[in-house]
């Protein structure tokens, strides 16, 4: 089952805009994880935050994380065509100690020159 | 660059049909993980391994699945009397601890016919 829903499920935008993907999940957490995937391709991680941060940033990208809300928020800011792929958010089940990710259903970004 | 490897990339089978496919994890990541996709889904985890040890196996995995990782270094995924309904991505992820960062291979893409 998944536990994540990304929100919208599909995103098109012109280059140079700014693109947000929000995912909302269900259970408590240790850590909640990003993954770029272009079509038919692996998974590409682009960036982990922990359930006792808040913000992360890694380049054009910045996540949020509020546990309380159960919510994540991913930004891509002056998105390029090369943006252009699915986004997953990943969690991990707290307690345990499976670290098994739980996907959600992903968001579609199209990025047009 | 020595990421996550999966072999084959791509398979195709008749229904009935036996198939392995491998995972070469990323050196001395303890911690490997299996996961299925299908289209327009996120990933859904099946199974992981701690060195040789399967520690969890999912619903999903069916008694016609069975993994192995026999040193602790690669692992096969074994599909015996393959049915339609088994078409998808079949995703292998590493980690070197738990609470971090899996990496994720390109995936083999099975097709039953």
């Known amino acids: 089952s998944q536990q994540g829903e990304e929100d919208p499920q599909a995103l098109s935008i012109q280059e140079g805009e700014n693109a947000t993907m929000n995912c909302s999940y269900k259970t408590s957490i240790n850590n909640l994880q990003w993954y770029r995937q272009n079509s038919g391709r692996g998974l590409v991680h682009l960036i982990l935050?922990?359930?006792?941060?808040r913000e992360k940033h890694s380049g054009r990208l910045r996540v949020t994380l509020d546990t309380s809300k159960k919510s994540s928020s991913l930004l891509i800011t002056a998105s390029r065509a090369a943006d252009t792929a699915s986004y997953f958010c990943?969690?991990?089940?707290?307690?345990?100690?499976?670290?098994?990710?739980?996907f959600g259903t992903g968001t579609r970004l199209q990025v047009f020159p | 660059d020595t990421g996550v490897s999966q072999d084959p990339r791509h398979k195709i089978t008749k229904r009935g049909q036996n198939v392995t496919f491998r995972c070469d994890p990323i050196?001395?990541?303890?911690?490997l993980y299996w996961y299925r996709q299908t289209l327009g889904q996120g990933p859904e985890f099946l199974t992981y391994?701690?060195?040789?040890?399967?520690?969890?196996k999912s619903r999903l995995l069916s008694d016609r699945f069975s993994a192995e990782r026999p040193k602790g270094s690669f692992s096969t995924l074994e599909i015996q009397r393959t049915e339609q309904g088994d078409s998808a991505m079949y995703l292998c992820?590493?980690?070197?601890?738990?609470?971090?960062?899996?990496?994720f291979g390109p995936g083999t893409r099975l097709l039953v016919l």
């Open positions: 992820a590493s980690t070197p601890t738990p609470e971090e960062t899996q990496y």
């Open positions: 050196s001395e990541h303890n911690r």
């Open positions: 391994f701690q060195n040789e040890a399967q520690l969890e």
């Open positions: 935050i922990r359930s006792n941060e």
């Open positions: 990943a969690t991990d089940v707290k307690p345990g100690n499976t670290d098994k990710l739980i």
